[in-house]
């Protein structure tokens, strides 16, 4: 593919992704939408989050991997147990690291 096809290409591209995130974004703007639409949309950053947390931990060559000696599982129990005692972002980063590194030595 030629340099300058290449680069206007991407440069649609990127137009592209721009109109998609900024149409909805004035439409909505201007609106009040309704109670019910704003709780929905509230809950939307935790599935996203445990969508893809559940992704990193369980899912291993397209399979879910629910053994002993999955890693990255095992890892997540201290992890989540720092997180849920201490709600420190810190103390959860540094349990996770600390578990993983473990786990790996150990396995």
């Known amino acids: 593919m030629e340099t300058v096809t290449l680069t206007l290409l991407i440069l649609l591209l990127a137009l592209g992704t721009y109109l998609m995130r900024l149409l909805p974004l004035t439409v909505l703007s201007r609106m009040t939408l309704p109670r019910p639409v704003l709780d929905w949309l509230s809950l939307v950053p935790g599935a996203v989050l445990a969508a893809s947390l559940a992704q990193a931990l369980l899912v291993r060559d397209e399979r879910i991997v629910?053994?002993?000696?999955?890693?990255?599982?095992?890892?997540?129990?201290p992890t989540f147990l720092v997180a849920w005692r201490t709600r420190s972002v810190l103390?959860?980063?540094l349990a996770g690291m600390a578990a993983y590194a473990l786990l790996q030595r150990l396995i």
């Open 66 to 77: 629910l053994a002993w000696d999955n890693i990255y599982l095992l890892a997540a129990l």
């Open 91 to 93: 103390l959860t980063m």
